[in-house]
């Protein structure tokens, strides 16, 4: 990821700041009871989740940026946040339209939360990352067991927006791993596999009911959230362009 790669997705993201994406007027908000019923707690926790305020990893990006001189990047990271943090305000203002109660506090939330301090910048977006990819199957899976059309477009619109955040991290996380040494990748690689998988484990024994309604299986929806994982980050043939990442000493 070179200084041309990182205006790019600056562009993006202002761009998305500028005009964000808004659902085409006269949509169905009918929620049926037993929909209700299903989704209710199971949103509120995605919601909970979504509202970070993002300090630590605007703090590690602004880290970074200072000692590799990459100033675009602290604005990506503040854009993105703030883009997370509308999805929060939309998926709030669906449950409250509709009586839902809210989360303040989440045991799973706490737990991303608590990993997400305890490292620097590339442990942040591994974490990220896999919150982002396994989002995307679950709002996928929201979106069939609903015929509510504002909920509907609502999962639409969060998974288009998180899929753009998956390229941008996935490319960032490339760059940040082309920085270490080949005998720490291959240490943090499966680790990160193995935190994957797991995060998607968790995600399943939580969210089944919903997961389930959807046409999911436990193997299913680790297969399907696999699958993601596979394609944004064990690519072949990637090249990385590095913002002079210098490979860390053992």
Known sequence: MGAGDLEIWLNHFEHQALHPRCGPHG??????????????????????GEQSEGRTLLRAAERFA???????LPRIIEL??????????????????????????????????????????????????????????????LESVTDCERLQVLCRTIVS?????????????????????????ALTRPAHRIFFASTAAVVWLTHRSVLRRAG??????????Q????????P????????VVEPERE
């Open 161 to 185: 927006d998180e899929l753009a955040h998956v390229g941008f991290e996935s490319q960032l996380l490339f760059t940040l791993r082309a920085g270490r040494s080949a005998r720490l990748r």
């Open 27 to 48: 949509l169905s908000d009918v929620l049926r009871p037993d929909e209700r019923a299903l989704i209710a707690s199971s949103i509120a926790t995605f919601q909970l």
């Open 216 to 225: 999911h299986s436990g193997r299913s929806f680790l297969r399907s959230c």
């Open 80 to 141: 993105l946040i703030r883009e997370e943090q509308r999805h929060a305000s939309l998926l709030r203002a669906f449950m409250q339209d509709h009586r839902m109660p809210q989360k303040r506090i989440d045991w799973t939330d706490r737990i991303f939360r608590l990993i997400r301090r305890l490292a620097g910048l590339q442990f942040y977006v591994c974490v990220l990352i896999c919150a982002e990819l396994i989002g995307t199957v679950y709002y996928r899976a």
């Open 227 to 234: 699958a993601q994982y596979k394609f944004y980050l064990e």
């Open 66 to 72: 200072r000692k590799k001189q990459v100033p675009h």
């Open 236 to 243: 072949t043939g990637v090249l990385v362009s590095s913002f």
